[in-house]
């Protein structure tokens, strides 16, 4: 899938370090980790965060780089992509508003295996790798932060893999849907995610086409409203069983589409 996008240099280098700044008030009160500290603890996690924008295409997290950050999204949107050997990319989820990643590499203090980078115009946190681990080292509560992201990451990759599998449009917007609304990954998404079918598209691995048919259909199910800038989930319990019960039925259609 082509990223469809111009490539810059990731947080660490020059092109978003120039707009690296200190976090105000309101982009602390949307870092959804900082609740789990003490007040102690939370006053020097303050006092390294830093933000920075990234442009269309900004590269947050290269494959190959050592992590120097653990990043979040306080605006915009993020995609998680790495290119196969053929050339083509494959890509593994989106990161929307209120959604960290890359703990696992920090912890482990290895090179990026996968690329991060700016669907849109994106204003993205970090916490350097230092504080991470001195928070790892004395707060129960971010342990406990830690180890429910590595936990719901889990099993979002895989249901990413089955739904890979699938030649099913339907069940793979849908699935990716649910990714996008998780409320432990992303919990600054709330109702409505800001995302246009492009960017989407973009995500699932479809084309534009494809995709708002697939999202007509499950607006027809009542299951989401498409609205202008976004899309409003009106019931996700229903979208997550559509998904899963498209992935069941999925060989017993291909089944009856046979002559």
Known sequence: MPHGHPTHSALSGSTIRDRVRAANAEELAGIPWLSTLTPAERRRAEAALVV????????????????????????????????????????YTGVPPGGWFGEGTVMKREPYRYNIQALRRSLIAGLPTE??????????????????????????FIAALEIDRLNNPDARVARNLVSLFN??????????LRITQQELAYL????????NEALNALSAQGLIRVE????????????RATAMSNRKSQPATTQAQRP
Not at 204 to 211: A, E, H, K, T, Y
């Open 52 to 91: 920075g924008e990234a442009e269309p295409g900004d590269l947050v997290c290269r494959v190959g780089r050592s992590p120097t950050y653990w990043f979040g999204v306080v605006e915009g949107l993020l995609k998680m992509s790495n290119d196969n050997a053929d050339g083509g990319s494959v890509t």
């Open 131 to 156: 504080s991470f681990h001195w928070l790892l080292d004395h707060s129960i509560g971010f342990n406990r932060f830690v180890m429910n992201q590595l936990n719901e990451r889990l099993g979002q």
């Open 183 to 192: 409320p432990v990954l992303y919990p600054g998404v709330g109702e409505v």
């Open 204 to 211: 699932v691995g479809l084309s534009r086409q494809r995709v």
């Open 228 to 239: 202008y800038g976004g899309l409003r989930v009106l019931d996700l319990p229903g979208l």
